[in-house]
């Protein structure tokens, strides 16, 4: 096993400032942890305050949970009930004002 890289402590700052401006408002804001309801935020490109329109959309969960279902022999329409539960769907947290994507929830990436 190779021991790990050596802390590089000459910091190049003019190479960080080339790769930094590349990051725009809405890839840093994607990774903010959200949760299921609206939260209270100040809108990054509008710089408003508002709380958070929530978007629900049927993502990898549900559809593994619904392909779960189908392997397990349940195929007269019990594996649709995935499709109907709101705690499985991926989360998108959008700001009212300009619709700017402020967050994202999902329990698998
Ligand atoms: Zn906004």
């Known amino acids: 096993m190779n021991p790990p890289a050596p802390y590089n ?3 190049n700052q003019a190479e960080f400032n080339k790769v930094a401006p590349v990051m725009n ?11 299921d309801l ?3 935020r ?5 710089h408003r305050s508002m709380a958070t329109t929530v978007e629900k959309t ?3 969960t549900v559809w593994s949970a619904a392909g779960i279902l189908i392997l397990l022999g349940c195929v007269c329409g019990c594996c649709l009930i995935p499709l109907c539960m709101d705690d499985l ?4 947290h959008y700001c009212p004002y ?12």
């Open 42 to 46: 100040t809108c990054p490109q509008c």
């Open 38 to 40: 609206p939260v209270s």
């Open 89 to 92: 769907k991926d989360k998108t």
């Open 9 to 11: 402590a000459s910091f």
């Open 25 to 35: 408002a809405q890839s840093r804001l994607s990774t903010l942890s959200v949760g």
């Open 58 to 60: 049927n993502g990898v």
């Open 98 to 109: 300009c619709n700017t994507v402020v967050g994202r929830k999902k329990l698998f990436k």
